[in-house]
């Protein structure tokens, strides 16, 4: 019998920066949370203790600042490459690296106040590798949407357990993480993500939904149907049930007006949409 | 020695109530937290486990979603004073009501289609005795706010533990938690809210910090010298702190540029700006 | 009209202190959260931005990291007296020192090896008034307790909007918050403390609960009962409702055996037990 | 261009039980978040909102209720393949079921009356795929340990970007979270999450570590050398730093006595440990 290392990887995680450009009077802002993983020829650190290979995470972090004081932020996928190549580059140690982004946004106050938006996070997560790929991951987490009517869910499996009643009529609501593919590690990345959000928030809004997975089709598709630069989607989709109350017993009626917001359980529906001509993902999802 | 029972209360709380308003083709939509505290005759339930003078609170749930349908929900504030005035009036062993109410706020996408905001929350807490007193205090709970320039820190105590430096220039950040009592229980609540939202940002953004107690100052009097109908505004603002990273190890120079968030410890500066003439307090805020 | 600064107060939240005692081969270890609030002098800040009588948050911090080497931690009561004592005495302007703290507490795995025990945390709240009064609260938070039977709830009031069923046996579970007052500021911390929780574990387990009220009660004067050091205890206790799953619509009983644990809404019940002739509780609970 | 459904699944997530055994007048108590999550034909309720091949999430919810009266649960484990096949075994469209468990540990206070644990909680995620294969992997969360010496970090890389200093003595602090692979989907379930949860903490404990990747490669081959019913071991090791406060400006040293807990950002070190004969591990990790 043999005990070996297998897969592995170490960085530092949630690199809490703030940039602030100041060139003018207006400031403008970045607020980002970033994480490192390095990949690599590590075995020695694991087996014997030796670090000779081993970039510290605490230079990890030293680099993140140091670059968005060298080369400015800009858009996180600009970001993340610049850092992902770096790692690579510079540590002959290093087969791959990938760095995850998180930019919380802010609505601007005044030439140097601003308002954290506090909805969803945009997300950037870029997958560097030694052999020459690269690629890139656009997304956000916890978009929270409604639909108070055009949702419905009927014609089920019935089983010796299934107790719920077919309605034509319900709330839809889920809070969307999305991670879309670009099929090249360059291009207009904020034009990209604006639209793709506004693709993602019109199908949701436009599709009548007889299953939280027809919605969750139809806001992948319909992404890949006007972004060319996309490879790929894939939802998470939890169904934060809406619950119709029970007023009979006060002598009210209740059409679809008084709802209880229930926490757990929820329903959880994940799914994938991508073309058939998309370039392969390599480690880009791992 | 006599052991006694003391002050008490009890209550549901969170209960999470969604009201959607069909009567067009444009839905409407509330999103609630809504939370019941009743004070009383309710010693008995406490030294003999006598309940006949206690109201269940699943009893208190029931009332919260049967008004939203009979009486609708409206702003939070009437939303409270209904109910709060519901459970002293109906219950002789009720002496006081506190209903304490957050709401989320959704953007509108479509007819029946919603994004919910995710920035800070909209409060209500109405207290209303049978003696009759009643008292609303309205607020906002996390909105958070940076100015990256215009705040400094200087001229403070220093002692043997002291090594903080003088800075002119500083990021100021804070999550706002902000509480405003009303004169009267009734008002326009909505043009209320939205004034004061308004002013605290004004205040926020227009004030040349030299601490943040300046800051808070300067917040709650600039609502008060607008806003009439108030008597009183809390604040709580947390410093959260924004470090300046040391660049200069790899020569480069940081001007306020580069900003390390940190999570903890933070200032927590708290502080209360009223009028002199304000009516008593009363219960309102305990 | 005049608008004035009313009560205010400020200090470092969260100061995360880990002490490590090594003098011999076994160390021992402490881990904190402290939180400092100075009441005072400090109007000059909050109307003119003059700091001049403030002692920055900063060298707060850093007084609680330099006494846990100077004197060491000790009993979290003792540390925030220390504390509490040195901010008064040393600052004229300052007129009350409150010192909050945090315990986590951690079993020992071998003689510098520790495993972080995740249940409740035990608190200390100190306040030290320059008038020469100084108030010890002690307590924890989330303690999760259940008793699966000798729990019932009936005989309530009845009205328009109550559904609820009686019941002669239920799951009783709860969350125990718990703050319990010294009538003096000194004393053997660890020894009180350690009574005090199984004597509050012991009412719990003990009484059959015709309401959550006759358990806090009972649980509070237990304490009280033997614990003569103390003058007040009070107790805040979520019901967290356990419900029973209907499981007839698949042919079988369940006889409170299957329980959905709910998270909202939820009960929540709050009260104070005391002596007579307990001294004033002066600004203990502010 | 086609754009076409990929990988999916679907399913309900957190069902909170609580299951009371009655049988005596000693009560026992399991208290479970179950998850489930199935694979299989449900094309058509995405591309066509067609769910005639979907079990309502809902119905899943109720199998676990019911299922937990019918069959008992036992160890999370046997629980989870028991629902598994369930789902497999009575729906053609489904292909495949995934059961996700954590436990929460409670202790026993008196025959009906428990403490709930609160520290590390206890995983199993069990996978059966129609086509013959069924795999479980075992495991906790969040088990935070810390040495307070027997640690060092040295021989690292140093680039443009590098300021750690190597240290000899500094405290290792992680929350430990671990899940391990069984060859066999049977065993005794408790009594080898009794062994090797022992098996990591001696391990954690016993391991001069030289870099955190040294004490998680020796924690995973610890329990793979001991019990040999596993055929992997994979661990997700956040480096929760301490960092040693400098206390020179007081005039006192700091012999890694007083430590600042920080929060972010932290290192994370994630390895997997394996046997060569282990044998394939399928979709167990997906």
Known sequence: MTIRLGPNRYGKAE??????????????????????ALVGDFAAAHLDGDNSKVLPTDTQKNTVY???????????????????????SSQPSVQRARISIDEHGWDRLGPHSFRRQGGEVRTATVTHDRAGGTWVVSGMTDL????????????????RYTTLAETGDRILATAVTARWRHREPSGDWAGSFAATRGLLLEAFAGTFSRALQETLYAM???????????????????????????LTPFGLDNQNEVFHAD??????????????????????WE
């Open 66 to 88: 140091a670059f968005a004081k060298e080369h400015g932020v800009g858009e996180i996928e600009e970001f993340g490459l610049s850092l992902a190549h770096h790692f690579v």
């Open 15 to 36: 690199i809490r920066l703030v940039r602030v450009v100041r060139g003018t009077e207006r400031h403008e802002l970045k607020d980002l949370n970033v994480s490192v």
């Open 263 to 284: 926490d757990r359980p929820y329903g959880l529906i994940e799914g994938t949409v991508l073309r058939d001509e998309a370039p392969p993902a390599g480690p880009a």
């Open 144 to 159: 929270v949407v409604m639909n108070t009517t055009d949702s419905a869910f009927a014609g089920f499996i019935v089983d």
């Open 220 to 246: 992948g598709a319909h992404v890949l149907e006007h972004r060319a630069e996309l490879a790929e989607v894939r939802l998470s989709l939890p169904n934060r049930h809406h619950f119709v109350v029970d």
